[in-house]
């Protein structure tokens, strides 16, 4: 049974910081692009960040390719570990406007989109509040 559990969410001050987790089991997901979304109250469930699988590059393993949401880019930042089956998203100087509901989810193939529809396994969610 394949499960996404993410954790790292909490309450913080604007300008603050959070790093979420997002930790897979029952299958392996380093060939799988992974990704980011969130959903405000009363909002559409939108694309926040994703990351393409690992490739190498000679006798090295690059973290994949990484793809963000313009209302993130420059503050957010999305990284995996494919030995942990573990996928991070590092939020910097958050805004109140990024409060929402963050899930964590598991595409069809090695690239996904900002589509929700290209990912078929999600978790339940982490809750982010962010305090002005």
């Known amino acids: 049974q394949v499960q996404l559990v993410e954790s790292g969410g909490g309450l913080v001050e604007a300008g603050g910081s959070l790093r979420l987790s997002c930790a897979g089991s029952g299958g392996t997901f380093s060939n799988r692009a992974m990704g980011w979304f969130r959903q405000a109250p009363g909002k559409e469930r939108e694309f926040v960040a994703r990351i393409t699988r690992s490739t190498v590059i000679g006798y090295t393993w690059t973290g994949g390719s990484t793809y963000y949401a313009d209302s993130v880019k420059g503050r957010f930042t999305i990284s995996r570990d494919n030995a942990k089956n573990t996928v991070y998203l590092q939020m910097n100087s958050l805004k109140p406007e990024d409060t929402a509901v963050y899930y964590c989810?598991?595409?069809?193939?090695?690239?996904?989109?900002?589509?929700?529809?290209?990912?078929?396994?999600w978790g339940l969610g982490t809750q982010v509040t962010v305090s002005s």
């Open positions: 989810a598991a595409a069809q193939d090695p690239y996904g989109s900002s589509r929700l529809s290209a990912f078929d396994f």
